[in-house]
């Protein structure tokens, strides 16, 4: 048989085999649930055999001339019944005797009273030669206590399971090459240079190049790229990643400790060390609740031992005890939240507080930064302004020059005319001009690009018309290159940052669920309405300070309730730090990313929506599982004090409770994926032959260049 295990496929002869590895090597999750099975095994084993002589003294089976057999009986069960509750309930009084000493009461301390009880009172009954033992009693709490604890830590185990991949990057092993020869090296130990080896299913240990080979990589856990990505030699890798279909040497680019799969690792491990808010309040109120469930026990045993013989009175007691036990009420938050985090996690949402999913459940608005959050960060060619020449002519003479520079200008010109399959003219005698532009000749005819000043400097004119749309442009936020030959300036290239192609998509998603959507930008109040009515905002302040966007949020807290911030850049990290929920994106500096609570991977603003849906659907789980916890807990008791419920009955009661909010739990599982396909890349047409908008130069070079994102 094959089980994965701490993240690895292991073949075992028999499910024995398979549950020692587990025990001997396993995480602390598997283990635990390994352990627990064994205990249950045995006890269980023990429980049914004194559940059975149990049965025949009940029904009077040793009475009459069989009476001298009932003390033997009695020392019998004491037998089995010894290492059954030794077995069973050595778990609960260790917890027991570890948080008296720490003085805390909890969940265990009932169970250890209840269980103690019966055992001690039993053990003296046959002792004294009493015909009433209760070593069913004690052993079948503890059978069914732990068949609720093994079903948690199998929950749990789960969970772990479906995180190992991102907890294991500090643990992994790497195959360096060196020398012609392979040796298995810690990722510790992996310097900046070293030849790694990634044979195919294998993840990808460090962040590289890769140096000979070809495969496809599965980049989901760190970029939430949904769909492979061809790789092939000169390509980068991610760490984390998985290496599909073919081997791979990668040439290690950095430290191992600075990769972003380490960066998840950590975060993740910090978030589940920690509890949310509302498991918080939980506590305390197991912390509560437990003297008073030992209060109203011993009250309950005084109260019926005035109507009932005290051996009766004792069970309904211990019935109270053991049907108050609160293990519903602490596994209610803990296992939800972490099934969410590992979700998120799973695609690169980087979670690092576990409370900041029931806040983010609790938004009421959202405000973005523009540069680099709605938009894309870089400048683009967005409009061609012609003067009675083509537009495809114009950009062939600016690429033509501008492929010489290395101006921040010139990569946009470029990238827009590969983008619209427009060759660059032959430029010679190229000279830079600084603070001005760039100079050459094409066939001899001298061509220029630059700002306004260098056409003056070389006497080229602008015709009016031109003049007043290149004015009008530029007062809207827009950069211009001029271009200019035979003497006179014949277009204007208009350059702007454009917003992300799922900008507008996901305010519309955010809106929908019921969020007020504010942009709070420093940039010029004319560039901020625009990228505002493109992206579908209409809430827009603009001009801000970092402290002005901060009072800013205050107000917006202040008039909504809580509110996300969503931002990239160094000056936001005041304004991340101050909202109910800073979020970066993956791009983001590492200032904004450090002082954020939740981190979106490169590319994924689209997911934000899915991210606030996964925290509802978190939270929903949270209230649903206390809800029950408490309501069934309260119906129980009360059922227990009217002595209505046997303590082996309220024992099953409270299993079947803890079964139920693990099942509820588990249904995180069932919350859809983040889906791209619904992202719209529409293109934007072409406005004549004199005026070219580039925002979207076409829709097949636009889903090339975000690929990784829809």
Not at 338 to 363: Q, S
Not at 404 to 429: F, N, R, W
Not at 661 to 682: A, F, G, K
Request: hydrophobic content about 45%; charged content about 20%; aromatic content about 4%.
């Amino acid at each position: 048989m094959q089980r994965t295990l701490d993240g690895e496929v292991h073949t075992f002869c028999c499910y024995g085999c398979c549950i020692a590895f587990q025990v001997t090597r396993g995480r602390s999750e598997e283990s635990e649930a390994a352990w627990l099975l064994i205990r249950l095994g045995v006890g269980a084993f023990l429980s049914m055999n004194i559940m059975l002589f149990s049965l025949l003294l009940y029904d009077d089976t040793f009475a009459g001339a069989d009476a001298y057999m009932l003390p033997w009986i009695h020392l019998l069960l004491w037998i089995f019944a010894t290492p059954a509750v030794a077995i069973l309930g050595g778990p609960f009084f260790r917890e027991t005797v570890h948080d008296a000493l720490d003085g805390r009461l909890t969940s265990s301390t009932l169970i250890v009273t209840g269980v103690g009880a019966a055992y001690l009172y039993s053990a003296f009954a046959v002792l004294a030669g009493s015909t009433h033992v209760y070593f069913d009693t004690a052993s079948m709490v503890l059978t069914l206590f732990t068949l609720g604890r093994y079903l948690e830590a199998t929950s749990r185990a789960k969970a772990a399971r479906d995180l190992e991949p991102l907890l294991a990057a500090e643990n992994e092993i790497a195959t360096v090459v060196a020398g012609g020869a392979e040796t298995r090296r810690p990722m510790r130990e992996i310097l900046a240079g070293m030849l790694v080896r990634v044979r195919p299913g294998e993840r990808i240990p460090v962040d590289g190049v890769i140096v000979e080979g070809e495969s496809v990589a599965d980049e989901a856990m760190i970029t939430g790229e949904s769909h492979p990505v061809p790789k092939a030699a000169g390509m980068c890798v991610i760490a984390g990643s998985i290496n599909i279909d073919g081997a791979l040497l990668i040439r290690c680019s950095g430290a191992v400790s600075d990769t972003q799969w380490v960066r998840i690792c950590r975060s993740v491990r910090d978030a589940l060390s920690h509890r949310g808010p509302t498991q918080r309040i939980a506590d305390r109120i197991i912390a509560l609740a437990v003297p008073l469930v030992l209060a109203l026990g011993a009250l309950t045993i005084a109260y019926w031992a005035q109507s009932q013989p005290f051996d009766r009175a004792l069970l309904i007691g211990l019935a109270v005890l053991v049907v108050a036990c609160p293990c519903a009420v602490g596994l209610a938050a803990p296992l939800a939240t972490t099934l969410g985090i590992g979700r998120l996690a799973r695609y690169g949402c980087v979670v690092r507080d576990p409370g900041i999913l029931e806040v983010l459940a609790e938004l009421r608005s959202v405000a973005f930064d523009k540069t680099g959050t709605l938009t894309s960060g870089r400048l683009r060619v967005v409009e061609i302004l012609t003067d009675k020449v083509r537009s495809e002519e114009v950009l062939a003479r600016a690429s033509g020059l501008e492929r010489h520079s290395e101006h921040a200008m010139a990569k946009p010109i470029t990238a827009a005319a590969a983008a619209l399959g427009v060759p660059p003219d032959q430029t010679l005698a190229t000279r830079a001009v600084p603070g001005r532009g760039i100079r050459g000749t094409v066939g001899g005819m001298p061509v220029a690009a630059g700002n306004a000043a260098l056409m003056r400097d070389l006497g080229w004119a602008l015709s009016p018309e031109l003049r007043e749309r290149a004015r009008i442009s530029e007062a809207t936020g827009h950069s211009l290159v001029h271009v200019g030959w035979n003497g006179r300036v014949q277009g204007v290239l208009s350059l702007d940052d454009t917003p992300r192609p799922e900008a507008r998509t996901t305010i519309e998603e955010l809106r929908s669920r019921g969020l007020h959507v504010v942009l709070l930008t420093g940039d010029l109040a004319e560039p901020a309405r625009r990228i505002g009515a493109t992206v579908g905002i209409a809430d827009i302040e603009a001009g801000l300070s970092p402290e002005a966007k901060r009072d800013a949020l205050n107000r917006l807290r202040h008039n909504c309730g809580k509110v996300a911030m969503v931002g990239d850049g160094l000056n936001d990290a005041l304004v991340l730090a101050d909202a109910d929920v800073g979020i970066a994106v993956g791009s983001a500096t590492d200032l904004a990313r450090e002082t954020s609570a939740l981190v979106l991977p490169e590319a994924g603003l689209w997911m934000l929506p899915w991210v606030v849906d996964m925290a509802r659907a978190v939270r929903r789980t949270i209230l649903t599982n206390l809800l029950w916890a408490f309501g069934y807990n309260l119906v129980a008791l009360t059922a227990a004090s009217l002595g209505l419920l046997q303590p082996i009955l309220a024992a099953a009661v409270m299993a079947g409770s803890s079964i139920l909010v693990v099942m509820n739990s588990l249904r995180l599982q069932r919350v859809p994926d983040p889906d791209p396909s619904c992202l719209s890349l529409r293109g934007i047409p072409v406005d004549g032959q004199e005026s070219q908008r580039l925002d979207q130069p076409n829709t097949s070079a636009v889903k090339a260049e975000y690929q990784p994102t829809a």
